[in-house]
Each structure stands twice: as C-alpha cells, then as structure tokens.
C-alpha cells in the first residue's frame, strides 16, 4: 500500500472519471438501470481496471467484472467477489453504488502491490435502483436465481422500453446460468442513515439486511362538494387516510425496540381539487425489519388499524400485499473477523442493521457474505445532496484489505468448495 495521500489521490482521480456521467442540471446524476448513462459508468469501470492490468468481462445480464491473475476465470477456482452497483436513482448522488465500487478496485490494487495471491473479482452489478423498472437488484438477483425470467419479463422503463425488448437488442439472457465458485461476498456501501455520523463511527459493521413488506392501501369515500356538505355528513377518504397514517407510525414507534420501522411514503388522493372533498386515496406503506416476528406483529397491527377506522368512519379500505421479502441474516463469521480487523486497524466501529435492499442480500442465500458500512453526511442518500468522504472510502477499503489479507494467510486453492463440508450445512 502506498501512503494515505497517495491512496487518497488515487481515490479522487477515479471517482472523477464517474464524476460527470449523467449529470443533471440541478446537480445530482440520473444513471438509470440498462440506461446509456449506466452503460458508459460500466466503460469507465472496465477501463480503470483494465489499465491496472486486471482482467475484465461482462456476464449474461451484462454485470461488469475485474478479476486479478489469481481471480480469472481461466484459473478455474474459488474466488472472493466485491461488490456494489453504478446505477443511480433520478437525479440521485454520486455515491450511492460506486462507493462501493471504487473500494473494491483499490482493495484489488492494494492486493496486487503486495504480491497477495488471493483469487478476487469487483464486480458492477446492474440495476440495483428500482427507478428505471420499478424493481430492485435486478443484476444481482438474476445471476444468483433470487429472481427469474418470470419477475423481470413484463417490466417496463421509465421510457416505455420494455425489459424483455432491451435484453434482446442487448444479446442479454432473462435465464443465465447460476454464478458459482463465489468463496465469500463482500460490499462497501454508505449508510444512507445517520446512525454512524451520530455515533462518530468510522465504519459499521452489518448483521442484518431489513426485509421490506409494502401494500397499497386503498380508502374508497365519496367525493363532494366541500363548501355544501356538512362536516357530519362526509365520508372525507383522506381525513381516514390521515388518521391511519398516524397509525402507522405508532406502530413503527412501538416495534423500533426491534430495529423494525413502518412508512406511509406514498399518498394519491383524487379528484385533488380544493373545493372538492377527497372521494378516494390509495397509500403506499412500507414495512420493514429484520425480525420476522416483528414484521408479522405490524402487519397485523396495521390491518387491525383498517378495519378499526372503516368501521369508526364507515369508509371501505382495501389492502393490497404488493411485495414482501424475507430478512436476511449476513455470516457471523465474516462480521467477527471484520470487527477484528477494524480493532487492528484501530478505525472505529458500529455493528448495526442494514434498513435498506442491497445486492448482498442476493449472494447472502448462495454464500458467505458481509457488508461494511462507511458514515453519509446527514444521512442523506438518493438525492444530490449525498455525500461521503475519501477518507470515510479508504477506512472501509483499508477494513475489508485487512480481512482479504488475513483470508490469504490461509487460503488454499484445492480445499473444498465451502458449501460442500458437511460443518457448512450444519445450523
């Protein structure tokens, strides 16, 4: 490794390469999944790997890699893989994903530098945003089957492009193989939470990736006249869709013991004309924790919570289950000794629960995997004013170099793939 100004340089000088890539006029970047401007962060990643002298490919889904000598696919073995996204949100922050990413690259580099014989690839996953198709790590969960062809073939674009169409002017496959022979996952990711910046924490350390439960929540009232319809003689869908909201948040606020929140973060009431009392509105609602038990508690709360105020308002409310997914745990083994390398390193730490989707969670059902969290300013993400330091990249990169480099102490090439012990399989 070289010294701390030389890393950080070296930081900045491919962080600026990402720099202008699809950004918009009030000073954020929108690099939609499968979009060009997503094509071209892909370029740039190929290309500062490629003059570092690693070897890079594309997958079926169009997943970009970077493997060092010990890593390429002609070596044929077990490999640590690194990753993160490119993609943004509309007009989102430039750090977001290719935090991740350039921790990745300089992880390999530094490996490289000290003749470390560890087998890894970084990869860019694709479409880790929902933005563009109105569904999340698309990249990722195809590779590792978490979704399939079924999920993915009747989206559309922001553009009206459908998925199917793209991949097929793509030369990209809807069913690729499974990846296989990933020896242990590893991503860097911001926060996008206050937590660390309100502990002083250098780094977190994840457990946990919060499984997210949303239903539409439709409230059918009658629209009328606001100026002729006495206040006792209104059935007011939005005065109900205000008094489930706060709900809501009750139950969130009485399950956070559990790390568990609840979010009413969409509301659509119609006609939306000010003279005219609201006739319907649908919400949307967003659960998420990493129990499941608890999960399960605030959904039956919030079901409870409907029919409690249709009967108190006589309003019909409907609830439709758009998606759930369950929590994912992420290796204790790989957290013990990430911790054990921040304690080395003496670069303060958090262990914490992830609240947001990751593309972790995909690789947490076929492997080992771990999550390394590095502080955003105010907890700001998906918008411009996201930000992160180079310092706070290099600590996390300098956290999973430490761990990658006790992994090498002991790696053995024609050991058994992991899966396959008997001790592995076992609770």
Not at 381 to 403: K, M, W
Request: proline residues 4%; negative net charge.
């Amino acid at each position: 490794m070289k010294s701390t100004t030389q890393d950080l340089q070296i930081l900045e000088d491919i962080f600026e390469q990402f720099y202008p890539v699809g950004a918009t006029s009030l000073g954020g970047v929108t690099r939609l999944g499968y979009s060009p401007e997503e094509d071209e962060m892909h370029a740039i990643f190929r290309q500062i790997a490629e003059e570092e002298g690693f070897q890079t490919y594309v997958d079926e889904v169009g997943n970009t890699y970077a493997a060092n000598e010990a890593g390429s696919p002609s070596a044929n073995c077990e490999y640590y893989l690194i990753g993160s996204h490119l993609d943004s949100v509309v007009d989102g922050g430039r750090y977001d994903g290719v935090a991740g990413i350039i921790a990745g690259l300089m992880v390999m580099k530094w490996l490289k530098e000290q003749s470390i014989q560890l087998p890894l690839r970084v990869v860019a996953f694709r479409c880790e945003e929902s933005s563009n198709f109105g569904r999340c790590t698309i990249g990722s969960g195809l590779i590792t089957k978490r979704i399939g062809k079924p999920q993915v073939e009747c989206l559309t674009a922001k553009d009206g492009s459908s998925f199917a169409q793209i991949f097929k002017e793509r030369g990209l496959s809807m069913d690729p193989k499974k990846i296989a022979d990933v020896k242990q996952y590893l991503e860097l990711h911001i926060e996008q939470g206050k937590v660390l910046e309100e502990y002083g924490m250098k780094v977190g350390i994840v457990t946990n990736i919060a499984g997210p439960r949303r239903f539409n929540v439709h409230i059918h009232g009658e629209a009328e006249h606001s100026g002729a319809t006495p206040m006792n003689m209104r059935s007011d869908a939005l005065c109900a869709a205000a008094e489930f909201i706060l709900e809501v948040e009750r139950i969130g606020k009485d399950e956070s013991h559990r790390d568990s929140v609840a979010t009413v973060g969409v509301i659509d009431a119609r006609p939306n004309v000010l003279n005219v009392t609201p006739g319907e509105v649908t919400l949307g609602v967003d659960l998420r924790g990493i129990d499941d038990d608890s999960l399960e508690l605030m959904e039956k709360r919030m079901r409870e919570a409907t029919r409690y105020i249709s009967a108190k308002r006589h309003i019909p409310f409907f609830v439709e289950k758009t998606s759930a997914a369950t929590p994912i745990e992420l290796d204790r083994g790989m957290q013990k000794k990430l911790i054990e390398c921040a304690e080395r390193l003496r670069v303060t730490y958090k262990v914490m629960p992830s609240g947001a989707g990751h593309d972790a969670m995909a690789f947490a059902e076929i492997t080992r995997a771990a999550m390394v969290f590095i502080p955003c300013c105010k907890g700001v993400s998906h918008n411009r004013g996201e930000f992160t330091s180079l310092e706070s990249i290099y600590d996390g990169a300098r956290v999973i170099y430490e761990y990658l480099k006790e992994e090498g102490k002991s790696y053995d090439p024609g050991e058994k793939r992991e899966g396959d012990r008997p001790e592995d399989k076992a609770g």
